[in-house]
């Protein structure tokens, strides 16, 4: 599922991100992290849960996982946000050896800064597929206010779920969710 709310906004996603999980407790964690060191996403995910997952892993750089081996989480890294084949090659082996693994991308307007919008759109792509043949799934988070309104578009094709942070005035509820029809 895409995730679309701007960063800039105070939006506490938490309940939003643990709902999508049916079973924290057995959840194979898979996160693409290029702006947060491992130990920090990992502690974010276990406050979200409530609790640790059964697996964890990240795909970072080498700069964000530093020196430190964690034993609680699985750290791999890539040299270059922009080679996204290697953080495909580097989150394959979690995709295929776990079962039901989720993937986390926070944040995709990470990538996008570093590759361009069809080199993002191909890798999701293989990466959906993937998750939809392994029983896994994804939650992708972007920011819409960073990217152009086409490429939001096209993106949202690539995903059965898209849930959408939209604040009114008006509603109790600030989340939408839109799901494809088959």
Not at 24 to 44: R, T
Not at 56 to 83: C, F, M, Q, R
Not at 140 to 147: K, R
Request: net charge negative; proline share 5%; charged share 30%.
């Amino acid at each position: 599922m895409l995730v679309l709310r701007p960063r800039s906004a105070t939006v506490d996603d938490a309940g939003v991100k643990r709902a999508l999980i049916d079973d924290p407790e057995a959840a194979g964690l898979v996160g693409i992290s290029l702006s947060e060191q491992p130990a920090v996403w990992y502690d974010k995910w276990r406050g979200t849960l409530g609790c640790d997952p059964d697996t964890a892993a990240v795909v970072t750089t080498p700069e964000l996982a530093g020196d430190d081996d964690e034993d609680y989480v699985t750290v791999k890294t890539v040299t270059t946000p922009s080679n996204l084949t290697r953080i495909g090659v580097k989150t394959t082996p979690f995709l295929t050896r776990w079962d039901n693994p989720i993937v986390i991308v926070e944040s995709l307007s990470v990538l996008c800064q570093y590759a361009d919008s069809q080199e993002v759109y191909k890798f999701l792509h293989v990466l959906t597929t993937q998750l939809r043949s392994s029983g896994g799934e994804a939650q992708v988070y972007l920011d819409p206010m960073v990217e152009d309104d086409r490429t939001v578009e096209r993106l949202k094709g690539l995903f059965d779920s898209v849930i959408e942070y939209d604040p009114d005035e008006d509603s109790e509820d600030d989340w939408t969710v839109r799901r494809r029809r088959s």
